[in-house]
């Protein structure tokens, strides 16, 4: 694992009116770390990540990405620096298939006499390769999302933002939905993405998950960091603890 952190956030505040969703809020990701964000609803999690992701701009700190600040004004420009987020509700298109998932927004075209049309095998073959990088198993290709089960579809979208050469991935409650025997894919999924060195925030409500697959935790509360732990070195007691305040 490299020393030099691939993002960074630094006292950063983000408020809403009259309430402070993110109060001089810092913290560090490195290459091939997995990092877990903790809190009750309301603790500032989904708004930490939105600020990251180009959803919102911080009112008062700053966004460190591979060692230059950076200032985002919609999500696509943080997707095209290499930082992708993958919501609970994954934001796939369930009536096309893999490949059209894995470049919605970004088809390849080609000509047929003269005619622009979208190249779908370039599309399927290339998802077929990146599926195949992460060891995941799907035999068909073609067939619509909506005939995948929740983990599959999970991993396209984790497939997704591999293929557009993601740095930095945030998961937002990956494995909330999903079986146990799917969660625990969802798991071997993020363990593989920390061996190619993506580092990888993951927001969860399952202390379970968050100890089988992290490095490090921090837990927000009320919009400050409550406290930050390896998690070699602290307990699910003691994060249930800072996240209530007791």
């Known amino acids: 694992m490299k020393s030099e952190p691939i993002l960074e956030v630094r006292e950063v505040s983000k408020r809403f009116g009259g309430v402070h969703a993110l109060e001089k809020v810092s913290m560090q990701l490195l290459p091939g770390e997995v990092l877990a964000l903790a809190g009750d609803n309301g603790a500032g999690k989904s708004t930490l990540i939105k600020t990251i992701s180009g959803v919102h701009r911080p009112?008062?700190?700053s966004i460190h990405y591979g060692g230059k600040e950076v200032s985002f004004d919609n999500p696509q420009q943080a997707r095209d620096c290499g930082i992708e987020t993958i919501y609970q509700d994954l934001a796939l298109a369930d009536n096309?298939?893999?490949?059209?998932?894995?470049?919605l927004g970004r088809e390849p075209m080609r000509n047929?006499?003269?005619?622009?049309v979208i190249d779908r095998q370039k599309m399927r073959r290339e998802a077929a390769q990146t599926l195949k990088v992460l060891d995941i198993q799907l035999t068909r290709l073609d067939r619509p999302l909506r005939s995948l089960s929740g983990g599959q579809r999970q991993a396209v979208?984790?497939?997704r933002a591999i293929h557009w050469k993601a740095q930095v991935l945030i998961m937002d409650e990956p494995t909330a939905a999903l079986g146990v025997p799917e969660?625990?894919?969802v798991v071997a999924l993020i363990r593989s993405l920390k061996q190619s060195g993506v580092g990888v925030i993951f927001i969860s409500h399952n202390l379970g998950d968050i100890f089988a697959v992290s490095d490090r935790?921090?837990?927000?509360r009320r919009g400050i960091k409550a406290g930050e732990r390896?998690?070699?070195?602290?307990t699910p007691d003691e994060i249930v603890r800072l996240m209530v305040g007791g």
């Not at 047929?112 to 622009?116: D, K, L, M």
């Not at 935790?217 to 927000?220: C, F, G, S, T």
């Open 112 to 116: 047929v006499f003269g005619v622009p």
């Open 96 to 103: 096309l298939d893999v490949g059209a998932n894995v470049f």
């Open 230 to 234: 390896n998690i070699s070195a602290t």
């Open 59 to 61: 009112d008062e700190g």
């Open 183 to 185: 969660q625990r894919k």
């Open 157 to 159: 979208a984790i497939g």
């Open 217 to 220: 935790i921090i837990v927000l």
